[in-house]
Structure formats: structure tokens, C-alpha cells
């Protein structure tokens, strides 16, 4: 997801910036409860991104002993920030969404980690045959004046829940989100459902026939949109790093198999065995949908039916750094209709960054990506941003593509839920299993998914499992 996908979205369609406040949903106290793991005890961690992290910390302060492993040799997972190339440049997760409720904020303020306030009216919606599209037109073009004033109050989700809202039932509606797109978007010009379209596959990282129309009721559903986005120009990793300060973490430490019964886990690692009394397990969906790490006996049919509702997402970029700027520096983002690659791409010399654009690809476009190589990935996107920015815009001097595909401890970049999904898998893979293993993650946050603070309080709540209460939000 990029930018609260749904933040951003609304942004690159509206381009409007009125303010008004949003719900991510923030954690409410629970009162405390017998401890499900004795107090004191080991526990493992698996994965040190903000699922981990969020749950090594509270098990902590909860007078716990947790020991994060993880595969890579950094700490952050999907926070990869990359700083060759002048400015830090996250390859991953780069916006805290939100606004002021996401949790991650005033550990970003603590840290004193630099961030850019998004304004998504500080950009342009750009139909590759020229034209610009605005958002008068777009609501024109719908013959609904009823729904520009229902964007200018920020109430797009609401107004598509609305449309689609009656199709959906409890136990899935086998529906897509494509099937109904022509239902929602009736009378719009194509280049405006074209570029809605794009920001769309890009906020939920697949394309829209494989979208379950559940994905628009769950979790944070009563945002009003837009807010304030905060991209982290001083590097999401960093804000995990931060985070994991004098907790035990042991990297490049890959979890093989997990041995266990009820009161104890035996992990099997490439570098010896870890015992512990329980463990939090945050791999991505799309490792654990492969068995991996492999736990012995297997997670019950309960979580793995529900495992196996979900899917990976892809959302890839393509970074390019050019030796000055040609562009108008003030402009924060373009999302482009009828690009082969990018829907979206961000200006990061418009908060004082270096001269990069980056482009992000979702759905297919980010599936095409993973097969090309650099130079054509690269060549493909300067030559349309040249169409766009002029014959003057000179050749990058330096590019990353990423592949989140092929990435080895992710599989993908985050989760989404497909057709068939019942929009309730969170709920039933936060259960605990036989009061010894605890699944977190970007999935697995009952009040949301995909996102760096859905990881974070997914975390928290493991360690709220285990320790039956405790803080909620350990500083
Ligand atoms: C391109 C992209 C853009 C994104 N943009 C945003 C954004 O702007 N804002 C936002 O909020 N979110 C964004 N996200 C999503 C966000 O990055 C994730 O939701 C979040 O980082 C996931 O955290 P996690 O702790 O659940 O998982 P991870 O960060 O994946 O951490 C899990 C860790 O477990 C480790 N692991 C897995 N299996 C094993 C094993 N067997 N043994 C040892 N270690 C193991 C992995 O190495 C990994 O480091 C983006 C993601 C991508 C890929």
C-alpha cells in the first residue's frame, strides 16, 4: 500500500487538500487478563519488522525475555531504506499513514526521525496522450454534483462503500472489485476511470479483477479522507531501528522449523537451536501459506484456511536519480493514466530531496516489472516521464528497480484479500494457538492490513495476548 492507499488515492483522484480528521483506528485499552505464557519467560520473535519489533517491546516492558531472529542482515523487513543516492530513499514502506492517530508517530517524533507532510492537492493526474485531468471534470463527468461535494468532504470511501455496499455478505461475495467498476464509475471519461483504476491497483497491490469487493469494509472504516500522510524522509528503516534500540535481536539467523507443544518451542535454525516457552510468528502471508519456517505439528485447518483466503500483493518501484531537475520542483506527485509501468510518481525533490522520481507500479504492472530487466524497466518509464516533462529532461544518472516478487523473506509486498475472502482471516489468524504460538503481521491486525502500523499493532496485540494486558503502546 502506499500512502494510506486509500489517502492517496482519494488524493490523486480529487487533488483536493481540505483537511478534516481520520480514523485510523487507534488501540483501545483492554483490561487485563490471566497471562496466557508465564511471566518472565522466553519468547521467541520471529521477524524484526514492525510486527516484531512492536512485539518484542512490549513483551519487555512486560518483564518478558523476548529474542528476535531474523533472516536478513538488517533490521526493518519491508522498511528498506536505500541512502546512495543523495537523499534516503525508502524501498519499501515510506509513508506513516493516517495522520495524527498512526501509533508509529510519536515514536517517529521521539526518534527525531525527519518526515515531509504529504499534500495531495500539490499534484497532477496526467493522461499520457497530454491532457490533465482535474477533479471538476471528474465529478462532472459522473453528471453528480452530490459527489464532488462528497470529495471535497472527504467522504470518497464512504460514497464507494455506498455504490458497492449492498453487494457484499457476510460469507463472501465471490465478487471482484473490477465486476463492479463500470457500476461506480458509470458516465466517467475513460482517462478518469483509467486513472483511478491505476492508483487503485497501486493502493492494493493487484489488479481489480482479483480484488475481493470486501477489501472496501474492512478495517479502518471510518476514516474521512484526506489527512495528512507523512513521508519519511529520514527512512522508515531508521524509525525501525529506533524502535528495536536494546532489544536482542540476532540477524542473519534464518528460522527453518519450529518444534513445538503446548509451553514450548523448539526453533531449528541455520545457526542452532533457540528454546523458548512460546513464539510470535510475523513471516509474510506469503511465506506462511508455503510453510515457512515450517512448524511441526502444523498451524490448525482454522488458520490455514484462512491463511489460504488471503494473497501477496505487489507494489514495486523504480527509482531514478537524474543529475539535475528539469521538472517543476513544487509538485509532489503525478499519477498517470495509459503508463506502462508507474501510476503514480513521486517528486522527492519537491521536500528538499535530491532530483529522484520514483515511479510506483501496481497489479500487473508490478508483476511485469519483476521479469524485465533494469535497463528496460528503467528505459520504458524516463521515456514516458520525457513525454510528460519535456525533450530536456536529461537520462537518470543513477536507478533502482525493485522486485518485492523475488524477495526471499517477503514474497511479495504486502497482503490483500481476493476474491473469495470473507474479510474476517485477521480475526481468525490473531487467535493464539494452544496458548504457544502467536501469528502477527501486516495481515493479522484486526483493524486494518497492509500497512507498516497495521505490523505494529498486530505486534502489540501478540504481546497483549501473551502477557494478558500490559501497555499498549510501550514508548
Ligand atoms: C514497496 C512497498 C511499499 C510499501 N509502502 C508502505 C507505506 O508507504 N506505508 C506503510 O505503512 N506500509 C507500506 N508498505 C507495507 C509495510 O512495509 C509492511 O506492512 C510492513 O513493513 C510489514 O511489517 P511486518 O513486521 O509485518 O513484516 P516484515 O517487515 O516483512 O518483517 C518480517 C520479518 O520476518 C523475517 N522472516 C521471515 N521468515 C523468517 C524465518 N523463517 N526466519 C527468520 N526470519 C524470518 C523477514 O526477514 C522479515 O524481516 C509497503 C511495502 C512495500 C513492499
Known sequence: MELNRRHFLYGSVAAMAAASSLGTASLKSASASAPRVAPGARVLVIGAGFAGIGAARALALDGYTPLIV????????????????????????????????????????????????ADYGNGRRIDLRGDVIGVAELADSMGAPALQARLADGLFWAWLRWRLGRLVNASGSGRSLAEHWEVAFAGAPDADACALRGAMESYFAAPLDEIALESLFVGEGDELLPSTERLMTGGMQRL???????????????????????????????????????????????????????????????????LNRLAMGL???????????????????LALCGSRLASVVINYGSHGGAPILVGMLGGQRARDVEGMSN???VGLLHAEL????????????????????????????????????????????????????????????????????NAWRSGLRAARQISGGGPLLPS
Do not use: C, M
Open 70 to 117: 531474523d533472516a536478513r542482515d538488517r533490521i526493518g523487513g519491508r522498511a528498506w531504506s536505500h541512502t546512495d543516492l543523495g537523499t534516503s530513499v525508502d524501498l519499501g514502506a515510506a509513508w506513516l499513514h493516517g495522520g495524527d492517530d498512526n501509533p508509529l508517530k510519536p515514536h517517529a517524533q521521539q526518534l527525531q526521525i525527519p518526515w515531509h507532510p
Open 375 to 377: 535497463d528496460k524497466a
Open 386 to 453: 520525457r513525454r510528460i516533462l519535456g525533450a530536456n529532461l536529461p537520462e537518470p544518472d543513477a536507478a533502482i528497480v525493485t522486485r518485492w516478487g523475488q524477495d526471499p523473506w517477503s514474497l511479495g509486498s504486502y497482503s490483500f484479500l481476493p476474491v473469495g475472502a470473507r474479510g474476517n482471516e485477521a480475526q481468525t489468524l490473531a487467535e493464539p494457538v494452544a496458548d504457544t504460538l502467536f501469528l502477527a503481521g501486516e495481515a493479522i491486525d484486526t483493524g486494518g492490513y497492509g500497512a507498516a502500523h
Open 240 to 306: 525501525a531501528e529506533g524502535l528495536a534500540t536494546n532489544l536482542d535481536v540476532r540477524l542473519d539467523t534464518i528460522v527453518e522449523r519450529l518444534e513445538w507443544s503446548p509451553g514450548r518451542v523448539t526453533a531449528i535454525t541455520t545457526d542452532g537451536e533457540i528454546e523458548a516457552e512460546a513464539a510470535v510468528i510475523t513471516a509474510s502471508v506469503g511465506l506462511l501459506q508455503q510453510s515457512r519456517p515450517q512448524l511441526s505439528p502444523a498451524l490448525p485447518d482454522t488458520h490455514r484456511s484462512a
Open 315 to 333: 507494489l514495486n518501484k523504480i527509482v531514478l536519480r537524474y543529475p539535475h531537475r528539469t521538472w517543476d520542483d513544487g509538485e509532489e506527485y
